[in-house]
């Protein structure tokens, strides 16, 4: 079935499953190669990157442990901004190599937010794997180490990703019909 609705859109299959798992695999053999004997801890980002979580850890090999963080946001005080708390961090980074495990990064304010927010607790050094990246959404300067998808700036659905908290479920990624 390549057409699917969520909620009130039409999607077109846009990542097969095929497609992403072959992928992942690439991605985690080079996580694997450069993060060896680091201990990496890797911090998934709920609730969108589960799926990719779940299936990248599955190919990781090298000794690591895998925790799962929230991120809540509201309106801030400055300019309107968001400010994004993080929830669910119990485990000390201090020294640590960390791997931010993320669904997709668009304008890669959540990622520089959290990048902010973890440094505060003196980590060795900070990754990003994400599952997707918009390259022509970026409007900060963030370095994104693994990425599994480079995709154009379209809204997408699915792998863990929802519109309008629909369609986390599906195992492959749709792009919207406009
Ligand atoms: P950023 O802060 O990089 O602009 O936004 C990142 C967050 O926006 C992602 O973690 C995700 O929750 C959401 N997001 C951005 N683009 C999409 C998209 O195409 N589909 C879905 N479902 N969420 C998106
Ligand atoms: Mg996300």
Same mark, same amino acid.
């Given at each position: 079935?390549?057409?699917?609705?969520?909620?009130?859109?039409?999607?077109? /299959?846009?990542?097969?499953?095929?497609?992403?798992? @072959?992928?992942?695999?690439?991605? @985690?053999?080079?996580?694997?190669?450069?993060? &060896?004997?680091?201990?990496? /801890?890797?911090? &998934?980002?709920?609730?969108?990157?589960?799926?990719?979580? &779940?299936?990248?850890?599955?190919?990781?090999?090298?000794?690591?442990?895998?925790?799962?963080?929230?991120? @809540?946001?509201?309106?801030?005080?400055?300019?309107?901004?968001?400010?994004?708390?993080?929830?669910?961090?119990?485990?000390?980074?201090?020294?640590?190599?960390?791997?931010?495990?993320?669904?997709?990064?668009?304008?890669?304010?959540?990622?520089?937010?959290?990048?902010?927010?973890?440094?505060?607790?003196?980590? @060795?050094?900070?990754?990003?794997?994400?599952?997707?990246?918009?390259?022509?959404? /970026?409007?900060?300067?963030?370095?994104?180490?693994?990425?599994?998808?480079?995709?154009?700036?379209?809204?997408?659905?699915?792998?863990?990703?929802?519109?309008?908290?629909?369609?986390?479920?599906?195992?492959?990624?749709?792009?919207?019909?406009?």
């Amino acid at each position: 079935m390549d057409i699917i609705r969520v909620k009130d859109r039409d999607f077109k /299959l846009f990542l097969p499953k095929e497609t992403i798992t @072959a992928r992942i695999a690439e991605t @985690a053999q080079r996580i694997n190669e450069e993060l &060896a004997g680091k201990n990496p /801890l890797f911090l &998934a980002v709920l609730n969108g990157s589960f799926m990719f979580a &779940a299936d990248l850890m599955k190919q990781i090999t090298i000794p690591c442990e895998i925790s799962f963080i929230k991120l @809540a946001s509201y309106e801030g005080m400055q300019q309107g901004g968001k400010v994004r708390e993080v929830f669910g961090l119990s485990e000390r980074i201090d020294g640590r190599t960390v791997v931010i495990v993320e669904d997709i990064v668009d304008s890669g304010r959540t990622m520089l937010q959290l990048l902010d927010s973890l440094n505060t607790r003196n980590p @060795a050094e900070i990754h990003i794997a994400t599952f997707l990246f918009k390259p022509a959404a /970026l409007s900060c300067p963030l370095t994104l180490d693994y990425v599994a998808f480079e995709i154009p700036n379209d809204f997408v659905v699915g792998y863990g990703m929802d519109y309008d908290g629909f369609g986390r479920n599906l195992d492959q990624v749709y792009t919207v019909i406009p």
